[in-house]
T-cell receptor, first 111, second 111 residues
Framework: GQQVMQIPQYQHVQEGEDFTTYCNSS?????IQWYKQRPGGHPVFLIQ?????EVKKQKRLTFQFGEAKKNSSLHITATQTTDVGTYFC???????????FGEGTQLTVNP | DGGITQSPKYLFRKEGQNVTLSCEQN?????MYWYRQDPGQGLRLIYY???????QKGDIAEGYSVSREKKESFPLTVTSAQKNPTAFYLC??????????FGQGTRLTVV
């Protein structure tokens, strides 16, 4: 079955440093989504990418979808303490079907 | 307010008992999902439903059952056959565009 893997599992940074998490699927995806879960909270949708090679930006966050539609990355520039949380990628093999999540990357930011 | 509601927030169950977790949405979404999250881990798919009166097993369906008699409701029953039910359970509904909206979660503890 479809597997979605994320690395690293944990990342500790100093405030102001950059952060990147990577997502790899065992199968080609129709789309990739990214979610953020704050400690004690529930996942909150950040963005969806659907096109091969797509790049989207949200302020300090940059999201990429690979050319083969099997990998993705999330990059945060100049981290802030408000960026703390776990970042998950998730994807469908077929649009609108089962949504498979990666294991997540837990980000801590030291002030 | 539109959204997805899970109840209860905390639930304690004795070994050998079945327990049902509630999930209700008023977003008019066809697709709904149940995930299990263990400490420090990702979201694992239990069951999902793309339309009323239809549902599919996810990756860890053993020991769980669901029903989808109404569009708004997707209850999850954790049966006594589930060997390690203590976990955080998250319900989500999904828009036609793809974005998943999560409830606040139910934390189930077996005592």
């Amino acid at each position: 079955g479809q597997q979605v893997m994320q690395i690293p599992q944990y990342q500790h940074v100093q405030e102001g440093e950059d952060f990147t998490t990577y997502c790899n699927s065992s199968t080609t995806l129709s789309n990739i989504q990214w979610y953020k879960q704050r400690p004690g909270g529930h996942p909150v949708f950040l963005i969806q990418l659907v096109k091969s090679g797509e790049v989207k930006k949200q302020k300090r966050l940059t999201f990429q979808f690979g050319e083969a539609k099997k990998n993705s990355s999330l990059h945060i520039t100049a981290t802030q303490t408000t960026d703390v949380g776990t970042y998950f990628c998730a994807g469908d093999e077929t649009s609108g079907s089962r949504l498979t999540f990666g294991e997540g990357t837990q980000l801590t930011v030291n002030p | 307010d539109g959204g997805i509601t899970q109840s209860p927030k905390y639930l304690f169950r004795k070994e050998g008992q079945n327990v049902t977790l509630s999930c209700e949405q008023n977003l008019n979404h066809d697709a709904m999902y149940w995930y299990r999250q263990d400490p420090g881990q990702g979201l694992r798919l239990i069951y999902y439903s793309q339309i009323v009166n239809d549902f599919q097993k996810g990756d860890i369906a053993e020991g769980y059952s669901v029903s989808r008699e109404k569009k708004e409701s997707f209850p999850l029953t954790v049966t006594s056959a589930q060997k390690n039910p203590t976990a955080f359970y998250l319900c989500a509904s999904r828009s036609d565009w793809g974005e998943a909206f999560f409830g606040q979660g139910t934390r189930l503890t077996v005592v």
